[in-house]
């Protein structure tokens, strides 16, 4: 009983704990101006379960989307037997699900062996083409310091936990076979019985210390990763779903527009609204964004599902033509100044501004400038993140309400303002091009 209760508290303890930074977060992302839903949401789950389910935008690199499916279902098939250990450590009893499933049992003890070695060797491989073979997208400029070792303590985590699921089973194996209450036979176990010649030897009462070990290990490893995910680029778990759900579902390509200026700059302009009225809301619209509270909860969202994989800024062209430019960068400093908000929300329940902003502290106007907005990065994005809408709308606010755009910019301006073109060329002249 005494190990019921420490492990019932240390469950409840250790899911509150996840629920409160969930909520957290979710406090921080409502920061954010409001995002529109266009099109049907049929559409919508059809791409979510395409682009997050399916992963179809992996498939363009075989060896990353093979090893990130094994896995990703491997993570789904393993689960189920962490359900029974959740169910065997509340109420002591022992693989609680073999009497329910029958023979079907067996199956799933073997389904879940397979897919334990198979994550081994996908984590294993992953750590290989981080740390030995050193894929350039991994060591660009901004993967120094934590987002490294956050990849890094994810795999290593991994693999220790599908390591102490192997050692559980190989002595509840030998236990069985042995006939130790309450080790009933139950279960086939492929993989974790070749470990068996390393614990032959063992006395009952060393086996059983074995397996209660690597099972504390297992699900208090379990318990610890689902609470450190909230502090990791591994967050993507959970919101690539909804992010592809609320992801755009024109083709990506399309520059990202902000309809709530339209009235604005009509009305700057002495332009009739569509209702031949003036606007008169009363509300003061950020022309473009400066900090993260001016961009959409969708920005955000992007921001917090970013897997740091770097797809986007290894097609970058401003990125490969040795511009400071890194789309990846713009995701990663626009969570980083969300954290910043965040840990206001936990120290005080309050955030206040602090003079600070994303565009100065974290992106300088060098980088935003440098992009082409090609969207070569959206179209790279395995779960439809939008670099470029970040991007614009920092450029709008440098246009529009800082008034520091580049020189060739201002000449551009002046231009389309007297000429109706961006060359100094009277518009009867546009066409004498063609007589040349």
Same mark, same amino acid.
């Given at each position: 009983?005494?190990?019921?209760?420490?492990?019932?508290?240390?469950?409840?303890?250790?899911? =509150?704990?996840?629920?409160?930074?969930?909520?957290?977060?979710?406090?921080?992302? /409502?920061?954010?101006?409001?995002?529109?839903?266009?099109?049907?949401?049929? =559409?919508?789950?059809?791409?979510?379960?395409?682009?997050?389910?399916?992963?179809?935008?992996?498939?363009?690199?075989?060896?990353?989307?093979?090893?990130?499916?094994?896995?990703?279902?491997?993570?789904?098939?393993?689960?189920?037997?962490?359900?029974?250990?959740?169910?065997?450590?509340?109420?002591?009893?022992?693989? *609680?699900?073999?009497?329910?499933?029958? +023979?079907?049992?067996?199956?799933?003890?073997?389904?879940? #062996?397979?897919?334990?070695?198979?994550?081994?060797?996908?984590?294993?491989?992953?750590? $290989?083409?981080?740390?030995?073979?050193?894929?350039?997208?991994?060591?660009?400029?901004?993967?120094?310091?934590?987002?490294?070792?956050?990849?890094?303590?994810?795999? $290593?985590?991994?693999?220790?936990?599908?390591?102490?699921?192997?050692?559980?089973?190989?002595?509840?194996?030998?236990?069985?076979?042995?006939?130790?209450? &309450?080790?009933?036979? *139950?279960?086939?176990?492929?993989? +974790?019985?070749?470990?068996?010649?390393?614990?032959?030897?063992?006395?009952?009462?060393?086996?059983?210390?074995?397996?209660?070990? =690597?099972? $504390?290990?297992?699900?208090?490893?379990?318990?610890?990763?689902?609470?450190?995910?909230?502090? +990791? /680029?591994?967050?993507?778990?959970?919101?690539?779903?909804?992010?592809?759900?609320?992801?755009?579902?024109?083709? &990506?390509?399309?520059?990202?527009?902000?309809?709530?200026?339209?009235?604005?700059?009509?009305?700057?302009?002495?332009?009739?609204?569509?209702?031949?009225?003036?606007?008169?809301?009363?509300?003061?619209?950020?022309?473009?964004?400066?900090?993260?509270?001016?961009?959409?909860?969708?920005?955000?969202?992007? *921001?917090?599902?970013?897997?740091?994989?770097?797809?986007?800024?290894?097609?970058?062209?401003?990125?490969?033509?040795?511009?400071?430019?890194?789309?990846?960068?713009?995701?990663?400093?626009? !969570?980083?100044?969300?954290?910043?908000? /965040?840990?206001?929300?936990?120290?005080?329940?309050?955030?206040?501004?602090?003079? !600070?902003?994303?565009?100065?502290?974290?992106?300088?106007?060098?980088?935003?400038?440098?992009?082409?907005?090609?969207?070569?990065?959206?179209?790279?994005?395995?779960?439809?993140?939008?670099?470029?809408?970040?991007?614009?709308?920092?450029? #709008?606010?440098?246009?529009?309400?800082?008034?520091?755009?580049?020189? +060739?910019?201002?000449?551009?301006?002046?231009?389309?303002?007297?000429?109706?073109?961006? $060359?100094?060329?009277?518009?009867?002249?546009?066409? /004498?091009?063609?007589?040349?």
């Amino acid at each position: 009983m005494l190990s019921q209760v420490i492990f019932g508290v240390v469950l409840v303890g250790a899911v =509150a704990l996840f629920v409160y930074h969930i909520r957290l977060l979710n406090r921080t992302l /409502k920061i954010g101006r409001p995002y529109a839903l266009e099109g049907p949401s049929s =559409a919508h789950w059809m791409q979510m379960l395409r682009v997050a389910v399916f992963q179809q935008r992996m498939m363009d690199r075989p060896i990353a989307s093979a090893a990130h499916w094994v896995i990703y279902v491997g993570f789904l098939v393993i689960n189920i037997e962490v359900l029974e250990i959740v169910i065997d450590g509340l109420t002591g009893s022992h693989r *609680a699900l073999a009497p329910l499933l029958g +023979s079907a049992y067996n199956l799933m003890t073997v389904s879940a #062996e397979v897919f334990l070695a198979l994550v081994f060797v996908a984590a294993v491989i992953f750590l $290989w083409r981080r740390n030995i073979q050193k894929l350039p997208r991994f060591h660009t400029a901004e993967m120094r310091g934590w987002p490294p070792l956050d990849a890094n303590i994810i795999l $290593w985590t991994e693999i220790g936990l599908v390591s102490a699921l192997l050692i559980m089973n190989a002595a509840d194996f030998i236990l069985q076979t042995r006939g130790v209450p &309450p080790y009933v036979q *139950a279960g086939a176990f492929p993989v +974790s019985s070749l470990l068996r010649p390393l614990f032959e030897g063992f006395s009952d009462n060393t086996l059983i210390a074995v397996e209660r070990a =690597a099972w $504390w290990v297992h699900i208090l490893g379990i318990l610890a990763f689902l609470n450190y995910i909230p502090f +990791s /680029k591994h967050l993507h778990i959970f919101l690539s779903f909804p992010n592809t759900y609320y992801a755009p579902l024109e083709v &990506p390509g399309k520059i990202p527009s902000n309809p709530a200026l339209t009235p604005t700059i009509k009305e700057a302009l002495g332009l009739p609204l569509e209702n031949g009225t003036a606007q008169h809301s009363g509300e003061t619209i950020p022309l473009g964004a400066k900090d993260v509270t001016e961009l959409s909860w969708k920005n955000l969202l992007d *921001a917090y599902t970013c897997t740091e994989c770097g797809r986007c800024t290894s097609v970058c062209p401003a990125h490969l033509t040795g511009k400071k430019l890194s789309p990846r960068k713009i995701m990663m400093d626009t !969570r980083d100044r969300l954290e910043e908000i /965040k840990r206001a929300y936990h120290k005080t329940g309050h955030w206040e501004p602090d003079g !600070r902003s994303l565009l100065g502290d974290y992106i300088t106007p060098e980088e935003i400038w440098a992009c082409t907005t090609c969207n070569a990065c959206v179209r790279a994005c395995p779960v439809l993140i939008n670099p470029v809408s970040i991007i614009v709308q920092l450029r #709008e606010h440098l246009v529009m309400e800082a008034s520091q755009a580049p020189e +060739s910019l201002n000449v551009m301006f002046t231009n389309l303002e007297n000429n109706g073109s961006p $060359w100094a060329l009277p518009a009867a002249d546009r066409a /004498k091009w063609i007589e040349a």
